[in-house]
Structures are given as C-alpha cells and as structure tokens.
C-alpha cells in the first residue's frame, strides 16, 4: 500500500520544519559576521536553488547532490585534504 500525502506530511512535516529553519539559522549567521565566506556558500545557495527547480530529469535530492558534487573528469595528481568539505572547491592541486 502506498502512503498519501497527507500521511507523508504526518510522518515528515515537523522534522522537514526543523531542518529548514536550521538552514535558515545559519545562513543568517553567516550574513551577521564579518569576513568573507569561501567557495561553500555559494555551492550551498546553488543546491537551494538546484532543491527548488530540480533541472529535468533530477529529483531535488539528485539535484541538490549535484549541486555540491565535483564535476571534475581529470584526476588530481595528489590529495590536497585528509577530510571533506561537503562542496566542490574550485582550488585544484
């Protein structure tokens, strides 16, 4: 049996209400403190707006993972980093 929307929204609704007020918490941290932000904030506006108008073919979670996804072919010639970044830096090595 497939579940409505209405009982998806029962399941999901308050815990999707929490995690987009978390999102916009932080964002409004980062427009309160001094400095300039690096290469993530702009991937993190792009994958809102990739959630938003998923291009055809994407759902807006495929879309959002693009949207921080290194879309790089070629390998690097040696790692740069000992952890991730959870976006794609465009500073290569």
């Known amino acids: 049996m497939h ?3 209405k ?3 029962d399941l999901y609704f308050m815990d999707s209400r929490h995690k987009l007020l ?12 001094e400095g300039e932000a690096d ?4 991937a993190f ?6 959630m938003q108008n998923p291009p055809t073919g994407l759902t807006r979670a495929q879309a959002v993972h693009h949207a921080f996804s290194d879309h790089t072919t070629a390998p690097s010639e040696s790692a740069s980093i000992q952890f991730a970044n959870g976006a794609a ?5």
């Open 3 to 5: 579940a409505t929307k």
């Open 7 to 9: 009982e998806i929204q």
């Open 22 to 33: 978390d999102i916009a918490a932080f964002l409004d941290r980062l427009e309160r403190h």
């Open 39 to 42: 290469f993530r904030h702009p």
């Open 45 to 50: 506006l792009s994958a809102l707006e990739a």
């Open 89 to 93: 830096s465009p500073i290569k090595s």
